[in-house]
């Protein structure tokens, strides 16, 4: 996923149930549980902050950080690749950022929680996140993804314990 947000949440211990499970647990067993664990993460980043409207002066204390910054924006303007002011879910070239998280696997031990939307590092990305964003209270996805960690690893492990108890039937 080049340019996107992804998130990765160790499933502690995984590795050493993963080895006493390898004789019963097939593959697609495994990228279930992965799967389960990717998409109640993905539930917890989806979700939009409530709306919040903020004067610019609120949110930067000055427009604009610099003439280029400055160019760009009316120049985007002009374009119609931004409107002013932007209302969430009517502006046409709004690629829908909650919609867009996807879960997929990586590979076989690895599940990936992750979006293609080209402003999703400034809308949720740790360290790159607009003081926009941040002053409007979107929470980054690595900062979700930590808070959510002990619940997805419950969840996971919920799933590898439900795995066993039907195998065990």
């Known amino acids: 996923m080049a340019d996107s947000v992804s998130i990765t949440v160790d499933v502690g211990g995984f590795d050493a149930v993963r080895q006493r499970l390898i004789a019963m647990a097939s593959p697609a067993q495994r990228k279930r549980w992965l799967l389960v664990g990717g998409r109640h993460l993905k539930s917890k980043i ?3 902050p409530p709306v919040r409207r903020l004067t ?4 930067y204390g000055q427009p604009f950080q610099s003439a280029k910054q400055r160019r760009w924006f009316f120049a985007a303007l002009r374009r119609g690749d931004i409107v002013v002011p932007y209302y969430r879910g009517q502006n046409p070239k709004s690629e829908n950022l909650g919609q867009s998280w996807t879960v997929a ?3 076989e031990d690895t599940a990936v929680v992750g979006t293609q939307v080209s402003y999703a590092r400034y809308a949720m990305g740790r360290g790159k996140q607009s003081r926009y964003h941040q002053a409007v209270g979107w929470k980054t996805a690595e900062d979700q993804a930590d808070a959510a960690a002990p619940e997805v690893v419950s969840v996971v492990q919920g799933e590898i314990a439900r795995t066993i108890s039907e195998t065990a039937r």
């Open 46 to 48: 989806n979700r939009y």
């Open 56 to 59: 610019r002066r609120q949110v």
């Open 105 to 107: 696997m990586r590979d």
